[in-house]
């Protein structure tokens, strides 16, 4: 069983799918392991860091999708879009990829991928369960991402977050609101703390009031009806405009005493929710900071322009991609030991068994034997339904 590691071709993909710890627990399983030259150098992981732990170094892409049982990526097909044909062309027949693909946003990959005959597991679609959770990709990066986010906030602020009482007077602690409370709002709200501000944040979901608490933040309590607010999975369900636009108006007063806003709102294969209007931008302080983690599914800020830091109405507006890849060497650690527990989980004595009957593989596999075998993907891809029997094939 060869299991491969490629070097990311993304631009500005600083992470790897597994770190030299990662390798070594998969090595010692029994598994060959190879990862192409400098795959993890963005990450602070040497070839020789891999060799040391037993990986075999290859130089050549073409041979490793060859030769490779397990291909194993971080932003794979369809989460890459850049020039992931590239290796379209590579793959294989039984050849199995693991990555972050976007599936819900991209589906059309998946069916690319099928119609190679390889398999197709895509990281995202891990269900939210007990069992699941050292699988979850989406929650490790969301994390990385919540604590960068503060970060880049107090950074572009123009005063420091905590209080100081010095011999020049008093500074005001800075005042932040955490805009959707999941895993990466609840880590702005638990790191804005830490860093001395006052933290106020703001969920739909009625679940997420306790949570708010647990990391020392104040929760902003709106007068909205919140009962279907929460989806599957724990992930806040699309809302109506009607909904929308009472929670705009209730939000204003709220959004113009703060310093820097954080907004995390998003909805798993759709365009995220307008949460920061133009007229709350308006009727915020010269000064203000707005960090939008939404902007790469357009944002949860009106006027934020994804990859850009813009300044309106005195507003100065965020619109980061990709943060996890920041801090890329713990980044790739999360997510290696993420994939190391779902390659657990699928190979038993050193072959492939992927067993449908299981919710976790069911949930993942977005392609296999020439199909879609998921049920919502094919969906949305307007496919006919498979029978039970086709989908386990």
């Known amino acids: 069983m060869i299991i491969a590691v490629t070097r990311e071709l993304v631009t500005g993909e600083n992470r790897v799918s597994l770190s030299p710890d990662n390798a070594q627990s998969l090595i010692e399983s029994g598994a060959d392991l190879w990862v192409e030259q400098n795959a993890g150098a963005l990450a602070g992981f040497s070839d020789e860091n891999y060799q040391s732990v037993g990986a075999k170094i290859m130089s050549d892409r073409d041979e490793l999708f060859a030769k490779a049982d397990i291909i194993l990526q971080v932003q794979s097909f369809g989460s890459n879009t850049e020039n992931a044909d590239d290796d379209l062309k590579r793959l294989k027949s039984k050849q199995l990829v693991i990555g972050m693909m976007d599936p819900l946003a991209q589906p059309q990959a998946a069916k690319q991928v099928a119609k190679t005959g390889a398999t197709a597991i895509a990281l995202e679609m891990v269900p939210r369960i007990s069992r699941a959770q050292s699988m979850d990709v989406l929650s490790s990066m969301a994390t990385l991402a919540g604590y960068r986010s503060v970060l880049l906030g107090a950074e572009a602020a123009p005063r420091i977050l905590p209080m100081l009482m010095t011999a020049a007077g008093t500074l005001q602690p800075a005042r932040v609101l955490i805009m959707g409370v999941g895993v990466a709002g609840l880590q702005a709200c638990a790191t804005a703390k830490r860093l001395g501000a006052v933290v106020e944040a703001y969920d739909v979901r009625p679940a997420a009031r306790e949570q708010i608490i647990s990391v020392g933040a104040t929760p902003v309590e709106l007068d909205l009806p919140t009962e279907s607010s929460e989806g599957a999975g724990g992930y806040a369900k699309e809302q109506s405009e009607e909904f929308l636009e009472l929670q705009r108006k209730l939000m204003t007063e709220v959004v113009a ?19 920061v209007t133009e007229d709350m931008l308006k009727a915020m302080k010269a000064g203000s900071v707005v960090v939008d983690l939404a902007a790469e599914r357009g944002g949860n800020c009106e006027l934020t322009q994804m990859g850009k830091t813009t300044v309106e109405h005195g507003v100065t507006i965020l619109g980061p991609e990709n943060l996890a890849s920041d801090v890329a060497n713990h980044a790739s650690q999360m997510y290696g030991k993420n994939i190391q527990t779902l390659l657990e989980l699928i190979l038993q004595d050193g072959n492939i068994n992927l067993d449908f009957d299981d919710e976790i593989v069911a949930g993942t596999v977005v392609a296999h034997n020439g ?3 998921h049920p919502y993907m094919r969906k949305l891809l307007d496919l006919p339904t498979l029978d039970t029997e086709q989908q386990s094939k």
């Open 257 to 275: 005493r703060q310093d820097i806003i954080i907004t995390t709102a998003a909805v798993p294969g759709a365009k995220s929710p307008i949460l």
């Open 371 to 373: 199909e879609v075998p």
